[in-house]
């Protein structure tokens, strides 16, 4: 059994550095250093965020802190409604088929059908969010095996949001029926 020898280690190493010219060290010796500059930096190709910026000024730090304008998350609101009170997700694809509106001065009726390739959770959580602002408040929610029933009223008026996963090729349908108050509000 051969034994370590840590002499023969450092010869190695001698003979490869004995072979690099000057230039050559002087050349190791300054990557290394820039290596080490930027690690105290903290500016590090891989490093993902950068560094903290240093306030040099005192007055700098007694000015008022604004907030970044930061979109709220979840899915966002249609520009087109087909109601002015009943919000629609943008990139909700309006199935013309299963659709039915009436619509006069005093009254609104009508079933709003739609697919989307977004998730259940995000069409629901879109309504509890957005629904508020058209003054419809949260009475209650069914959840069941492929979808998920929201119910909202507001004064004269209930609206029921439905929605439905039709699998992985299909997307989820979502109806949502707008009915006089005292209406059944599911269906039109």
Same mark, same amino acid.
């Given at each position: 059994?051969?034994r370590?020898r840590?002499?023969v280690l450092?010869n190695g190493?001698?003979?490869?550095?004995?072979?690099?010219t000057?230039s050559? /060290?002087?050349?190791f010796?300054l990557?290394?250093?820039?290596l080490l500059?930027q690690?105290c930096?903290?500016n590090?190709?891989w =490093?993902?965020?950068p560094p903290p910026?240093?306030?040099?000024?005192p007055a700098a730090?007694?000015?008022?802190?604004?907030?970044?304008?930061? =979109?709220?998350?979840g899915?966002?609101?249609?520009?087109? =409604?087909?109601?002015?009170?009943?919000p629609?997700?943008?990139g909700?694809?309006?199935?013309?088929?299963?659709?039915?509106?009436?619509?006069s001065?005093?009254? /609104?009726v009508?079933?709003?059908?739609?697919?989307?390739r977004?998730?259940?959770?995000?069409?629901?959580q879109?309504?509890?969010?957005?629904?508020?602002?058209g003054?419809? =408040?949260?009475?209650?929610?069914?959840e069941?095996?492929?979808? #998920?029933?929201?119910?909202? /009223?507001?004064?004269g008026?209930s609206?029921?949001v439905e #929605?439905?996963?039709?699998g992985?090729?299909?997307g989820?349908?979502l109806t949502?029926? #707008?009915?006089?108050?005292g209406?059944?509000g599911?269906?039109?």
């Amino acid at each position: 059994m051969k034994r370590f020898r840590p002499q023969v280690l450092v010869n190695g190493y001698r003979k490869f550095f004995e072979r690099w010219t000057v230039s050559a /060290h002087v050349l190791f010796l300054l990557a290394v250093g820039g290596l080490l500059l930027q690690a105290c930096n903290g500016n590090m190709p891989w =490093q993902k965020t950068p560094p903290p910026v240093l306030l040099d000024d005192p007055a700098a730090s007694d000015q008022a802190y604004l907030a970044p304008d930061v =979109q709220p998350p979840g899915l966002p609101l249609a520009t087109e =409604q087909r109601f002015e009170d009943v919000p629609v997700p943008k990139g909700a694809k309006p199935d013309l088929e299963r659709t039915f509106v009436y619509q006069s001065a005093s009254l /609104h009726v009508g079933r709003l059908v739609y697919s989307s390739r977004a998730s259940i959770t995000d069409l629901a959580q879109f309504y509890i969010r957005e629904a508020p602002t058209g003054q419809w =408040q949260l009475q209650n929610t069914v959840e069941a095996e492929k979808g #998920v029933q929201l119910l909202f /009223h507001k004064p004269g008026q209930s609206m029921t949001v439905e #929605v439905k996963d039709l699998g992985l090729a299909k997307g989820r349908r979502l109806t949502v029926t #707008v009915t006089p108050d005292g209406g059944s509000g599911g269906g039109v």
